[in-house]
């Protein structure tokens, strides 16, 4: 069974950092392109990041370009989210979602993480 | 890259059918088959339900279906039963590595 499970959401104070980090079980890591999603509260979800499978390539929504990194270890199973210059309008539940199988497009989800959140609050 | 159109709720007594239709631009929508819808329930993650306008995953029920035309894409819950009621989000792939999702519906049922 598919398993991700994302931790280290907490309060931050705006222009900080945090990681973010997602362990992934029940498949080959390595194979899938891996993203975050996130979902400001009570709002709808917004894509994040994408990164491949061998890690080459990755690719960002304009509202996080330059301040947030995608990254991924394969051998620990686990994705990444560096996020720096912290904002309010960051503030969300950050989810991590693996491609399907099924499809080999990175832009499909499926499944999702349970989430973590992040606030962004002096 | 702005978001998908979607109405803020729909509903549908138990039984009925309901389309929840998600409009995008030429640039979205329009251009790529690559639509998915997404099913969420209060506090959960959102679970995959439509993939490539009308795809399903294995295991989402046949009640679920979705299409497109021009630039606005549907999906079609038929037989509505009480555990469809959720939230549901339409994406799609934008051009240039992009990825867009509309606002979300909120579906009750009656």
């Known amino acids: 069974e598919v398993q991700l499970v994302e931790s280290g959401g907490g309060l931050v104070q705006p222009g900080g950092s945090l990681r973010l980090s997602c362990a992934a079980s029940?498949?080959?890591?390595?194979?899938?392109?891996m993203s975050w999603v996130r979902q400001a509260p009570g709002k709808g979800l917004e894509w994040v990041s994408v990164i491949t499978g061998s890690a080459t390539t990755t690719y960002y929504a304009d509202s996080v370009k330059g301040r947030f990194t995608i990254s991924r270890d394969n051998s620990k199973n686990t994705l990444y989210l560096q996020m720096n210059g912290l904002r309010a309008e960051d503030t969300a539940v950050y989810y991590c979602?693996?491609?399907?199988?099924?499809?080999?497009?990175?832009?499909?989800?499926?499944?999702w993480g349970q989430g973590t959140l992040v606030t962004v609050s002096s | 890259q702005s978001a998908l159109t979607q109405p803020p709720s729909a509903s549908g007594s138990p039984g009925q059918s309901v389309t929840i239709s998600c409009t995008g631009t030429s640039s979205d929508v329009g251009v790529y088959n690559y639509v998915s819808w997404y099913q969420q329930h209060p506090g959960k993650a959102p679970k995959l339900i439509i993939y490539?306008?009308?795809k399903r995953p294995s295991g989402v029920p046949d009640r679920f279906s979705g299409s497109k035309s021009g630039n606005t894409a549907s999906l079609t819950v038929s037989g509505l039963q009480a555990e469809d009621e959720a939230d549901y989000y339409c994406s799609s792939y934008a051009g240039s590595n992009n990825l867009v999702f509309g606002g979300g519906t909120k579906l009750t049922v009656l």
């Open positions: 029940g498949f080959t890591f390595s194979t899938y392109a």
């Open positions: 490539e306008v009308s």
């Open positions: 979602a693996k491609r399907p199988a099924y499809s080999g497009n990175w832009y499909v989800f499926d499944p």
